[in-house]
């Protein structure tokens, strides 16, 4: 299993541009969560889905940030527009479904703007 | 919601001997506690969980106790080891329905010198 695939690895983007950040979890995970670390604030939960569906979202900072998951191995975060402290390592995960079990992190993407 | 303290936030050790992080948590019915490891430019990867049906889990060279009582639990590194350096997180479960959805501490930055 390749684990959990993030990308793009690196994104450098000008402030008020779109940003949209891909997930591809483990097969057969059927939770997702997308996490953001900061100097500042550390690790920090965003959202995460459920069988596709985003269960909470009560962590997404801004109406300028959403989150779709539109089949079982896909996900995004999008960031529209984008400011310069939304610059982080965006980290996605997943679970099984039993939900009793570690989450498994991606590489994370390091998206810095400018 | 759930309240994670980690301390120290860093931690400087000479090679062989052992570290000790503490982490103390909010809600007592917390019933999982992980620690996470994030090497430079890396995933935080889990290295190490307890359950709360147990007092203390050994894996090799690193140990977990937890006391359900105090809410606290401690991750112990014994003969420590230049690779050990990293930041090491722990981290506590915000609901019931799933492990991956954590409250992490702020983390603690371990050095290990030769």
């Known amino acids: 299993d390749a684990g959990v695939i993030q990308s793009p690895r690196h994104e450098v983007t000008e402030m008020g541009q779109e940003v949209t950040l891909r997930c591809k979890p483990i097969?057969?995970?059927?939770?997702l969560f997308w996490y953001r670390q900061t100097m500042m604030r550390g690790l920090e939960l965003l959202i995460y889905?459920?069988?596709?569906?985003?269960?909470?979202d009560s962590g997404m900072p801004e109406d300028r940030f959403s989150a779709k998951m539109p089949n079982a191995s896909f996900s995004t975060l999008k960031i529209q527009p984008s400011e310069p402290r939304d610059s982080a390592v965006y980290f996605c995960?997943?679970?099984?479904?039993?939900?009793?079990?570690?989450?498994?992190f991606g590489q994370g993407t390091r998206l810095t703007v400018v | 919601g759930e309240n994670v303290e980690q301390h120290p936030s860093t931690l400087s050790v000479q090679e062989g001997d052992s570290a000790v992080i503490k982490c103390t948590y909010s809600?007592?019915?917390?019933?999982?506690f992980p620690w996470y490891k994030q090497e430079l430019g890396k995933r935080p990867q889990l290295i190490i969980d307890i359950r709360s049906n147990v007092g203390e889990k050994k894996d090799q060279r690193i140990a977990v106790t937890l006391n359900k009582t105090a809410k606290h639990f401690s991750l112990h590194i014994t003969e420590t080891q230049p690779e050990d350096s990293a930041v090491y997180f722990c981290?506590?479960?915000?609901?019931?329905?799933?492990?991956?959805?954590?409250?992490f501490g702020a983390g603690t930055q371990v050095v290990v010198t030769p």
């Open positions: 995960a997943s679970s099984p479904s039993s939900g009793n079990t570690e989450a498994f």
């Open positions: 889905f459920n069988n596709n569906v985003p269960i909470d």
């Open positions: 981290a506590v479960p915000m609901t019931t329905d799933s492990w991956g959805k954590l409250q």
């Open positions: 097969s057969g995970h059927d939770y």
């Open positions: 809600d007592s019915a917390s019933n999982y």
